[in-house]
């Protein structure tokens, strides 16, 4: 059943002459009677009944006329949608972030995103930055927030956030009430941080920025998330390097404090926006508009 059919269909049952139904529709009369034949024959009964008053429904054409109106509605909406998401008006984006851009502007790119576009919809998850590379080569996510200090091979890249590290102390330390430290003060502690796993990129560089200042810790102490690292400092147990945005987290117990280094051994925390540029994704320009403002406002 063609749904030129149900339009062709629908003017004739409305206008109930087969002439006023061919020019409404702009066609000359003999492609509507074989339209309607056609219809019939689909059918398996008559729809309308022709005699020299007229034309009238028989019960099957009076059955149809409401289903055929659904129909084409159906349809035009089925069309409306396939050019809004093809435009990138409506849709899902799923988008991955490490914990720390909860302090780092994230909550402000995702009510920027849906007050600008609130017919799409974003799906959300926390993942470790390796896991969301993974995630994205596989084509599982649309974008994720990563803690990496280049873009991987075969993923674009947005950089959205750049931050010292700071030395994180438990609230009794003899240096938490310094106003800044060498990284050398922190020789001879136990130091909490990241797993090699989750993000083996700034795990080797903090050791090496150690080793820079001229010592190895004696212990480490490898978690999974930097509010763990965090945690563990507020308990007493270690000191970390964790990035400044960790200052906000509000973990009674830890104390914050610059590191001065003269010799440029301690890296920045460096944030991006990754994303596949080969997936046809048209809302996903629009997300990355949203994170651009505000990385660039920020």
């Given at each position: 059943m063609e749904l030129r059919h149900l339009r062709y269909f629908l003017a004739l049952a409305e206008e109930l002459h087969f002439g006023r139904a061919a020019r409404r529709l702009a066609i000359s009369q003999p492609p509507l009677t074989v339209a309607?034949?056609?219809?019939e024959a689909e059918v398996g009964a008559p729809l309308l009944l022709r005699n020299s008053r007229g034309v009238q429904l028989t019960a099957a054409g009076q059955a149809l006329v409401p289903a055929a109106r659904a129909a084409l509605e159906q349809a035009a909406?089925?069309?409306?949608?396939?050019?809004?998401?093809?435009?990138?008006?409506?849709?899902?984006?799923?988008v991955a972030f490490a914990g720390t851009m909860l302090y780092r502007g994230l909550p402000s790119m995702l009510r920027r995103f849906q007050d600008e576009h609130p017919r799409l919809q974003l799906s959300l998850r926390e993942l470790s930055s390796s896991e969301q590379v993974v995630e994205l080569h596989h084509a599982?996510?649309?974008?994720?927030?990563?803690?990496?200090?280049?873009?991987p091979e075969g993923l674009a890249q947005l950089l959205v956030s750049s931050q010292p590290f700071v030395a994180c102390l438990p609230a009794a330390h003899?240096?938490?009430?310094?106003?800044?430290?060498?990284?050398?003060?922190?020789?001879g502690e136990p130091l909490a941080l990241v797993s090699r796993a989750v993000s083996p990129d700034y795990h080797a560089r903090i050791?090496?920025?150690c080793q820079a200042a001229g010592f190895v810790?004696?212990?480490?102490?490898?978690?999974?998330?930097?509010?763990s690292v965090v945690s563990l400092v507020a308990q007493g147990l270690a000191v970390a390097?964790?990035?400044?945005?960790?200052?906000q987290s509000g973990?009674?117990?830890?104390?914050?404090?610059?590191v001065t280094d003269p010799h440029h051994a301690l890296p920045h925390y460096e944030t991006r926006c990754l994303w596949n540029p080969h997936r046809d994704q048209p809302a996903l320009g629009l997300f990355l508009d949203a994170v651009r403002a505000v990385a660039e406002a920020g």
């Open positions: 309607i034949q056609q219809l909406q089925a069309l409306h949608a396939a050019r809004d998401a093809a435009s990138g008006q409506i849709g899902r984006l799923h599982r996510l649309d974008a994720g927030f990563a803690h990496v200090p280049h873009a003899p240096l938490a009430h310094q106003r800044a430290l060498p990284l050398s003060a922190l020789a050791v090496q920025a810790p004696p212990s480490l102490h490898e978690l999974q998330h930097w509010l390097l964790v990035p400044a945005a960790l200052s973990l009674a117990g830890a104390v914050f404090v610059p």
